[in-house]
C-alpha cells in the first residue's frame, strides 16, 4: 500500500506559478505510475498529467499543455506538477494518483491509491 499527501496549493493570480507536490510512503515508489487530476465545484474530475515509474514517458490534458510539467523524484518518494501561466480555470482542488499498473491507468482515472487533495485558487 501507498498513501499519498499532496502539498503547495495556495491562492496565485494569473499568470503565475505553482509547484505542486505529492509525497509518498513505501519503499517501492518507484513501481508507481502517477498524476495528477483536478476537480473544480460543480465539474467533473479532470485528468492533468501523468508519468510512469521512470520518469522517461509524460502525458498531459488537453487544458495544460505546453504550462504543467509533471515529475518525479524516486529517490525523495515525491511526484511534483509545475503549474505555469495559472488561469482562473485552473482553479480547483488537485489530487495526485498512483497505480502499479501503469500510467494507462493512472490515465483513466481508476488508480488503486488517492491523495486527499489541495486547493489550486487562481485569481483574474
Known amino acids: 500500500q501507498v498513501q499519498l499527501v499532496e502539498s503547495g496549493g495556495g491562492l496565485v493570480q494569473a499568470g503565475g506559478s505553482l509547484r505542486l507536490s505529492c509525497a509518498a510512503s513505501?519503499?517501492?515508489?518507484?513501481?508507481?505510475?502517477m498524476g495528477w487530476f483536478r476537480q473544480a465545484p460543480g465539474k467533473e474530475r479532470e485528468f492533468v498529467a501523468a508519468?510512469?515509474?521512470?520518469?522517461?514517458?509524460?502525458y498531459y490534458g488537453d487544458s495544460v499543455k505546453g504550462r504543467f510539467t509533471i515529475s518525479r523524484d524516486n529517490a525523495k518518494n515525491t511526484v511534483y506538477l509545475q503549474m505555469d501561466s495559472l488561469k482562473p480555470e485552473d482553479t480547483a482542488v488537485y489530487s495526485c494518483a498512483a497505480d502499479t499498473k501503469g500510467s494507462l491507468t493512472v490515465r483513466l482515472g481508476v488508480a488503486d491509491y488517492w491523495g486527499q487533495g489541495t486547493q489550486v485558487t487562481v485569481s483574474s
Open positions: 508519468i510512469n515509474w521512470s520518469g522517461g514517458s509524460t
Open positions: 513505501g519503499r517501492t515508489f518507484g513501481n508507481y505510475a
